[in-house]
């Protein structure tokens, strides 16, 4: 609620050129967690004593939040989801009026309001608050029209999972209405079951999904929708990684790809490899999707993501989109007559092991003599053919090691190795020794 507040004096105070007696508005949208419900309820409180209106699209994906709020002039929009989490946790996540992330700047200025005391506006000053109706459906639309209209899928079957999450409405229609027949799993959310088992981070489910009922590929998300992996009819897995590799290939062949392609540091080396090859620039920013984001900002790009299947279309979308990111690859395998095995087929994943070592906290990996020539031994062995990165979490007290390579036996080997000597740092055993 103090949240809402705060947002909402930061917003109502902004000089938005709004008609006389017209108050701002926000789009509070949220997957299907049991805790949306409570959230949701507080987070419209402190909007409306802070005089904003608000707009409730109930279970919503992410980068529809997005979508909508550009398309309806809003304000803001706000996500309550914890992406691809297990249903305990829950975030909130702002979107500008143009639906991209707020500016630092306010975002640092609803953070310091988070302590003052609410003021309710007068009554009649205070915001209302009502329900967009046809929210899905306008969303649903906005994703069709990323695919060509010449196009369509008829005669294929796509199992879609939607991890019981906020696109369990969506993604199917999505795809009927362009064709395909279409068998829907993970679309029983309960406000319990959200990414359980299920969806982008569980792939097994659309693997067996789509031997089982005899598809042509499946579709998998997460819970909040901007993330995607998929299969094949075989149950063979395409992680984010090789589809972006698939729409920078098919891009390039059709003379559209402007610039080159930004991945993170945990892009596999066979996928920069492979696009350097075929004269597409590659970059790497740090992990997390608002840092492919600024480096496409930065370069003029359009297209970067991650191997966890964020990816980002600008010329599609302000922000990743699961399923506007999955009817690119659809295009590619439409406009080319290949199959997913076939469009990737020119790029092997090097076998890559990321191994977590569990730290004290604020442990300064950096400047550990031992660890820092572990890797650099690491490095001169796997030469050109490999890599090794070595990066905190964000989030966690942990070192992430990760090794990756042509050769599986020298990765493996070297991430255990350089965990071990991590994780004797760790505990200040004056022993070790490389």
């Given at each position: ?35 949306g419900y409570m959230l949701e309820s507080a987070l419209q409180a402190g909007l409306s004593a802070a005089g904003v209106d608000v707009l409730l699209s109930g279970p919503t994906p992410t980068p529809a939040v997005a ?73 649903i639309e906005f994703c069709k029209s990323t695919f060509p209209n010449h196009l369509d899928l008829r005669g294929w079957r796509i199992v879609v999972d939607s991890a019981h999450g906020a696109t369990y409405q969506i ?9 395909a027949d279409v068998v829907a799993i993970g679309a029983q959310p309960d406000g319990l079951n959200i990414n359980y088992e299920c969806g982008a981070t569980h792939s097994a489910s659309i693997q067996e999904a789509v ?224």
């Amino acid at each position: 609620m103090h949240l809402g507040y705060s947002a909402g004096k930061v917003l109502a105070a902004a000089d938005w050129h709004l008609s006389k007696g017209e108050r701002p508005a926000v789009l509070i949208g949220k997957d299907t967690r049991i805790s949306g419900y409570m959230l949701e309820s507080a987070l419209q409180a402190g909007l409306s004593a802070a005089g904003v209106d608000v707009l409730l699209s109930g279970p919503t994906p992410t980068p529809a939040v997005a979508y909508l709020t550009r398309a309806l002039r809003l304000q803001a929009g706000i996500v309550i989801s914890a992406s691809h989490n297990p249903f305990e946790d829950n975030g909130i996540k702002f979107f500008s009026a143009l639906g991209t992330k707020l500016p630092d700047e306010v975002e640092h200025e609803i953070e310091s309001g988070l302590n003052a005391p609410i003021r309710t506006m007068p009554s009649a000053q205070l915001g209302k608050a009502r329900r967009v109706n046809d929210a899905r459906g306008r969303y649903i639309e906005f994703c069709k029209s990323t695919f060509p209209n010449h196009l369509d899928l008829r005669g294929w079957r796509i199992v879609v999972d939607s991890a019981h999450g906020a696109t369990y409405q969506i993604v199917g229609p999505v795809l009927h209405e362009l064709g395909a027949d279409v068998v829907a799993i993970g679309a029983q959310p309960d406000g319990l079951n959200i990414n359980y088992e299920c969806g982008a981070t569980h792939s097994a489910s659309i693997q067996e999904a789509v031997i089982r009922h005899q598809a042509d590929l499946g579709i998998a998300l997460d819970g909040d929708g901007d993330r995607v992996v998929m299969a094949d009819k075989k149950g063979v897995l395409y992680d984010g990684d090789r589809l972006i590799y698939i729409i920078a290939r098919h891009r390039q062949q059709k003379g559209t790809l402007r610039g080159g392609v930004a991945g993170t540091l945990m892009t596999n080396l066979a996928v920069e490899n492979g696009l350097k090859k075929r004269n597409i620039p590659f970059a790497r920013a740090n992990v997390g999707d608002r840092y492919v984001l600024e480096l496409l900002q930065k370069n003029g790009w359009q297209l970067g993501g991650e191997g966890s299947g964020h990816i980002i279309c600008l010329d599609k979308h302000t922000t990743g989109d699961g399923i506007i990111s999955a009817l690119q690859v659809l295009y590619a395998m439409r406009d080319s007559g290949k199959s997913l095995a076939e469009l990737a087929r020119s790029v092997t994943l090097y076998p890559q092991q990321l191994i977590n070592v569990k730290v004290p906290k604020g442990f300064d990996w950096r400047a550990d003599g031992i660890i820092e020539a572990a890797q650099a031994e690491a490095e001169r062995d796997l030469d050109t053919s490999g890599r090794v990165l070595l990066r905190a979490s964000g989030t966690e007290p942990l070192v992430r090691v990760m090794v990756e390579g042509e050769s599986g036996q020298k990765v493996k080997f070297w991430a255990e190795k350089i965990a071990d000597v991590v994780r004797h740092a760790a505990v200040g055993d004056e022993s070790r020794a490389l």
